[in-house]
């Protein structure tokens, strides 16, 4: 298995509170990714970053920001959560050059 | 606006059977694609893969055939088992560029 870690894997956190999420490899790899999966909409990019303090946006950014100071940390962070960001995030690594990205565990997060 | 469409979303089969997805996408720019499998409360696992240099890539009872006149790719199982029975998410990636678009995903159901 790819040395990939999110942490928390469960958390409940009220509407109005800042929330962040982390991801931490142990590969080495360029590239890290996060997602999120709701029901009907498959996996969506987030962001990603190609690189330390290099970070773009994917397709539902808004709301999310992100950061990434080491080459094995991508921190997202919901800077005031609100229930649409209720979901099942996903963190992903891919090497330069690589084919596949691998995938962590995922962190359920519930907004209330 | 989704780049990569996975219609018909749940798909059950026989044990034995052949199981086919489809796939296809809008963005010219895609060079290459992925098949991935997930089972509730795990991330996603890489399957197979393939180039826009190829039209075909066999994997065991795994391959996927790309049509790129088409923008259509396909991921055949054949003979399907039980402990295929996962979600299946297409994924494109387009030259030049380290994003990854995923489909919805297709719900398949192998009946023993």
């Known amino acids: 298995d790819a040395g990939i870690t999110q942490s928390p894997r469960h958390k409940v956190t009220e509407t109005g509170t800042p929330v962040t999420l982390r991801c931490h490899q142990t590969?080495?790899?360029?590239?890290m990714y996060w997602y999120r999966q709701d029901p009907g909409h498959g996996l969506r990019l987030i962001h990603y970053s190609y690189g330390v303090k290099d970070t773009d946006k994917g397709e539902v950014s808004d709301g999310y920001s992100v950061s990434r100071s080491k080459t094995e940390d991508f921190l997202l962070t919901l800077e005031s959560a609100t229930s649409s960001q209720t979901s099942v995030y996903f963190c992903?690594?891919?090497?330069?050059?690589?084919?596949?990205?691998?995938f962590g565990q995922g962190t359920r997060l519930t907004v209330v | 606006d989704q780049q990569v469409k996975q219609n018909s979303p749940s798909l059950s089969v026989q044990e034995g059977r052949i199981s086919i997805l489809n796939c296809d996408y809008t963005?010219?720019?895609?060079?290459?694609f992925l098949w991935y499998k997930k089972y509730p409360a795990e991330g996603p696992t890489f399957l197979i893969s393939?180039?826009?240099?190829?039209d075909k890539n066999e994997d065991g009872r795994f391959t996927v055939f790309l049509n790129k006149s088409a923008k259509h790719l396909s991921l055949h199982i054949v003979p399907s088992q039980p402990g295929d029975s996962a979600v299946y998410f297409c994924a494109a990636s387009p030259y030049g560029n380290n994003r990854l678009a995923f489909g919805k995903g297709n719900q398949v159901v192998v009946i023993p």
């Open positions: 590969e080495n790899h360029r590239y």
């Open positions: 963005n010219s720019m895609f060079d290459y």
């Open positions: 992903a690594i891919r090497s330069t050059g690589g084919t596949e990205a691998f």
């Open positions: 393939i180039s826009s240099i190829k």
